[in-house]
Nanobody, 126 residues
């Protein structure tokens, strides 16, 4: 059974770069056809897709975050990483990593993914 676990700092100062890691167990991030997504949910707002990296290493980003987001992976550690630069308080949210077979940009609920982590709260504040 696949398990995903997010880790990283819970507090980031404005203008700094947020860096989160998702450690995957029970499945390889290079398994054919799977996409590994980063999504977030701010208080009182809808689930927002940040971006994804697929089994081949290709990356995809939300148009609104493309200029600030970078997703990478470490296949030896079976981990994916999200970096979000120049953060502002509007980036405060619960961040999740989640797995699907593509199409995550259209999802409005975590339940549309076939696996997801517990999430990590990130607050941007000075």
């Amino acid at each position: 059974q696949v398990q995903l676990q997010e880790s990283g700092p819970g507090l980031v100062k404005p203008s700094q770069t947020l860096s989160l890691t998702c450690t995957v167990s029970g499945a390889s991030i290079t398994t054919n056809s799977y996409h590994w997504n980063w999504v977030r949910q701010a208080p009182g707002k809808r689930l927002e897709w940040v971006g994804a990296i697929d089994y081949s290493g290709s990356t995809y980003y939300s148009p609104s975050l493309r200029s600030r987001a970078s997703i990478s992976r470490d296949t030896d550690k079976n981990q994916l990483t999200l970096q979000l630069s120049s953060v502002t308080p509007e980036d405060t949210a619960l961040y999740f990593c989640a797995r699907d077979r593509g199409g995550g940009i259209y999802y409005t609920s975590l339940y549309e993914y076939d696996a997801w982590g517990a999430g990590i709260q990130v607050t941007v504040s000075s």
